[in-house]
């Protein structure tokens, strides 16, 4: 626990932890210290370590993000954990994402992108790059392009994220432009998966459950 309350002393405070510290206690939000602020945290039995990891793992996820957009210039990221009994789509980072896109695709049912004969959506299994949102004709973008479109978006990239074959979620690439995405981007976003597959295949099934548990508090 003392490490993982360490590791928290390289993270800087962006919107989106600020609004993670704020749920937990409205005191928090004016918080600059993570690493003082978990451990009173844990120490009067406020959160557990269930919740701990949870909330390292989230922020470590937002900052992959962050790190994404700032390499794929105009681009914006999102992670998402798959749950596969459900079949519902849990936001575990998303930093720049817009409000409404945000509560739109938060627990969200994707029965409807499952194609016929298959057991999950094709974004689990495969990268799907759409160039057009607004011409395109492929089953998930039709379930979401009026939902995107609202939002700004006009092109997008999605890779699964996997380890030792279990299945964790999927990245995607959103773009407010027109874009054909370069084979140098999609290599580049697939190359650093691996700096959360590990990690968020440990801890996928705690994080989505705490997670479901946040919605309906």
Request: with cysteine; hydrophobic share 35%.
């Amino acid at each position: 626990m003392k490490d993982i309350i360490n590791s928290l002393k390289h993270f800087k405070l962006t919107k989106e932890i600020r609004t993670i510290l704020t749920q937990l206690h409205p005191v928090n939000a004016r918080q600059s210290d993570l690493s003082n602020v978990f451990e009173k945290l844990y120490h009067a039995d406020l959160i557990g370590m269930q919740e701990l990891l949870s909330i390292e793992t989230r922020m470590s996820l937002s900052h992959y993000c962050m790190a994404m957009e700032e390499k794929l210039n105009g681009l914006l990221c999102v992670v998402y954990l798959y749950e596969e009994d459900e079949k519902r789509l849990w936001i575990g980072a998303g930093p720049s994402i817009p409000d409404g896109y945000k509560e739109y695709s938060h627990g969200l049912n994707v029965n409807m992108d499952i194609p016929g004969g298959a057991k999950d959506p094709i974004y689990i299994k495969n990268t799907l790059i759409v160039s057009n949102v607004e011409r395109a004709q492929d089953i998930v973008t039709l379930n979401h392009k009026k939902k995107m479109m609202v939002d700004g978006f006009k092109s997008y990239c999605c890779s699964p994220l996997e380890y030792q074959g279990k299945l964790i979620g999927h990245t995607v690439l959103f773009s407010e432009q027109l874009r054909d995405f370069s084979d140098y981007e999609i290599n580049m976003f697939q190359d650093h998966r691996n700096q959360i597959e590990k990690k968020l295949s440990q801890i996928k099934d705690d994080m989505i459950f705490i997670l479901k548990k946040q919605q309906t508090s």
